[in-house]
């Protein structure tokens, strides 16, 4: 059976090296440098393919390039720079080697072959990917804490960061395209999410999965903001609302081990295209998908998508607005399809639904299923 759909640049890049001892001998020799967290996490989509057609940190035409046009310095689509920082100390501690060690928690996992070590440009990066310099945005925070000089070139890979949480969910790009093919699925939606599934979100998920074979719930469990609510917490709520609600032949759960960079529209864009990379054919883009505070317009994250030809972008966004329950319409519904008030409908504020929790209540069952709301009432119990 063939694949769903090609991935990225046409290629599922695979970085890891399996002949580990020799690599791990070689590495010990080379100048280290520490990854980050969040490089933590693209180190681990670069190794296993979700970032293809990169095969390592950007070079600086590549990383011009996305800032300028969207686009790789070969012309693919792409929206958010891919980097390696180090500081002065770093660069003089490298001194000019060909090739670093790149190491979590004192471990090097894979090496780094230097082509380039250039300056970033942070004010023009800002502006481009979360078009702001604002300090009060997550994303501008953690740019002005990275270091000044950015190391480009092709990684090599001889292990994964290690993770302790969600071993059964972990799955790369090969592998959830290989449980597609076992599914049988021939076109899969695939949805974003750092929140607990309400019913607005169920309502959109299948809406998406009546025109598609399966749905890839794909949460990211990356380093998130404080405030966010933690993963383990999100993948029990997940859990819990996949038995109750959903045929399970017809969805894949399975984590995301990005980071958030709450760029908006441009992390949309690019959490559709690493999609296509996992096999997904269609990606659900909702109102104000990967925005932070009013840094974006509701549906600025839909409307980037109008800017490229639909061939350019091979997977195919799929736009909602946002659902609630209609009293009237009795279901589920959208400004699209429902012509009531907003008084006909349950309207609850997130900052609502959160204090209702808090103080150990369930909200109504149209706006989030009991099981779901029971999960994040213990959570916040066992948190005070
Ligand atoms: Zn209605």
């Known amino acids: 059976m063939t694949e769903t759909i090609e991935p990225h640049g046409g290629q599922l890049v ?33 190794a296993t393919g979700a970032m293809s057609p990169l095969a390592g940190f950007m070079v600086e035409k590549d990383y011009r390039a996305v800032l300028d046009e969207m ?25 000019g080697a060909d090739a670093v060690a790149l190491t979590v928690d004192d471990r090097p996992v894979g090496t780094l072959d230097v082509e380039e070590v250039y300056r970033r440009d942070r004010e023009v990066e800002a502006r481009a990917v979360f078009q702001t310099t604002d300090r ?16 480009g070139g092709r990684v090599r ?21 290989a449980a597609f093919r076992e599914r049988g699925w021939r076109r899969v ?30 949460p990211l469990v990356g380093e998130t903001k404080e405030d966010d609510v933690p993963a383990d917490v999100r993948m029990r709520c997940y859990t819990v609302l ?20 709450y760029a908006g529209p441009k992390e949309a864009l690019f959490h559709a295209l690493v999609r296509k990379n996992y ?44 659902a609630f329950w209609c009293h009237r319409c009795e279901g589920m519904a959208t400004p699209k399809i429902c012509p009531h008030r907003d008084e006909d409908r349950l309207i609850l504020s997130g900052t609502k639904v959160r204090e209702m929790l808090r103080n150990g209540e369930r909200p109504p069952p149209e706006s989030s299923r009991p099981e779901v709301a029971d999960v994040l009432i213990r959570a916040m119990s066992d948190r005070d």
């Open 279 to 322: 096999g997904c054919t269609h990606f659900i883009v909702g109102r104000d998908h990967a925005g932070v505070g009013t840094f974006y317009g509701t549906f600025d994250a839909q409307k980037i998508f109008e800017r490229f030809d639909p061939e350019d972008l091979g997977i195919t966004p799929l736009m909602f607005e946002h």
């Open 14 to 46: 695979d970085l890891l090296d399996r002949d580990a001892e020799r690599a791990v001998d070689e590495a010990a020799q080379l100048p280290k440098v520490a990854l980050g967290r969040r490089e933590q996490a693209d180190y681990e989509m670069l």
């Open 71 to 95: 686009r790789l310095a070969s012309g693919l689509v792409w929206s958010i720079p891919i980097t390696l920082s180090v500081n002065d100390e770093g660069v003089k501690r490298i001194g």
């Open 242 to 261: 996949l038995d109750g609600y959903y045929p399970k032949d017809r969805v894949l759960l399975s984590v995301f081990p990005a980071a958030m960079r």
């Open 136 to 151: 009060k945005h997550p994303g501008v925070a953690a740019l002005e804490r990275s270091g000044d000089w950015v190391l």
């Open 189 to 218: 939606v695939g949805f974003q999410t750092r929140n607990p599934v309400h019913r607005a979100h169920e309502y959109i998920q299948k809406c998406a999965l009546e025109i598609v074979d399966g749905l890839l719930l794909h």
């Open 157 to 177: 890979a001889f292990g994964l960061p290690r993770h302790d949480t969600f071993a059964e969910h972990r799955r790369t790009p090969a592998e959830t395209r």
